[in-house]
T-cell receptor, first 115, second 113 residues
């Protein structure tokens, strides 16, 4: 186990609703990245938070937003849910961006189903 | 969006055989090439990684071979075991401000007993 935890494990929402997913990073890690993994595909980068600031964003619309807290835990918020948002949402924690051993450790994910 | 192409999509190997998964990338601005293993219902777990200044790295039954000039790298699993049955992803570390991982599409490996 990586020490990265995510909640909830599973979630079912309907179109148009809003959802908040949570992630606790591994001890000593101050960087959290969020990824979306659609069924049968590789994870896609959503954004990264470093010391409570957004530190880069992938090709996702603004209705995907996030927060990082002083204890380096993080939230992913998705507004106006669409059917295509159904996926496994992964968070990964790592040391500072660009650290020599910049390895990202993934949590187990939150499976979001949008009906 | 930088891309990495992974093949094959699926692979069936007999127990004790060698599993080989290949990845090719387009841009040279990558500094870290990890492989992740993912079991159903779990997040990806780092398996082994290589930096471009070496051509091969071995950890137990797992070996990464890296060809910088061809922009290709591969994962070899020696003496494949049924417990190795999982989906494998190659990835690249893209170093803009966020050091994001760019993943291949995955290879579903099945090792038959």
């Amino acid at each position: 186990e990586t020490g990265v935890t995510q909640s909830p494990t599973h979630l079912i929402k309907t179109r148009g609703q809003q959802v908040t997913l949570r992630c606790s990073s591994q001890s000593g890690h101050n960087t959290v990245s969020w990824y979306q993994q659609a069924l049968g595909q590789g994870p896609q980068f959503i954004f990264q938070y470093y010391r409570e600031e957004e530190n880069g964003r992938g090709n996702f619309p603004p209705r995907f937003s996030g927060l990082q807290f002083p204890n380096y835990s993080s939230e992913l918020n998705v507004n106006a849910l669409e059917l295509d948002d159904s996926a496994l949402y992964l968070c990964a924690s790592s040391l500072e961006p660009g650290a020599p051993a910049d390895t990202q450790y993934f949590g187990p994910g939150t499976r979001l189903t949008v009906l | 969006q930088q891309q990495v192409k992974q093949s094959p999509q699926s692979l069936i190997v007999q127990k004790g055989g060698i599993s080989i998964i290949n990845c090719a990338y387009e841009n040279t601005a990558f500094d870290y090439f990890p492989w992740y293993q993912q079991f159903p219902g779990k997040g990806p777990a780092l398996l082994i990684a290589i930096r471009p200044d070496v051509s091969e790295k071995k950890e137990g039954r797992f070996t990464i071979s890296f060809n910088k000039s061809a922009k290709q790298f591969s994962l070899h699993i020696m003496d494949s075991q049924p417990g190795d049955s999982a989906t494998y992803f190659c990835a690249l570390l893209w170093m803009d401000s966020s050091y994001k991982l760019i993943f291949g599409s995955g290879t579903r490996l099945l090792v038959r007993p």
